[in-house]
């Protein structure tokens, strides 16, 4: 059985984000949380130009540049937040019955 795992890497780790039934979901869920990153990377950027009298960088601008395109199979963003899907294809077990169950 394949799902599709959702995630974000940067250059000190990787965290899932969830796991989905189809592909389709799992895109949806990588939107959201590339949505979530850039909303928060503007949110810093605004806040650097205010309090650092306008000499911020391009950091946060090109970091939301990177991911800004629907095209996420071609997202570079290294060594920053990424998000990411990957196709993974598990085992289903049979279920073993615990002595709890009442079914």
Known sequence: MKIWLVGVSDCEGNSIICACATKKIAEIELFKERDGLIKKWKK?????KEYKHGRADETYPNMIKAISSNDYENWDNFPHECPYICEMEVKQSARKESPNDKS
């Open 44 to 48: 810093m950027d605004k806040y650097l």
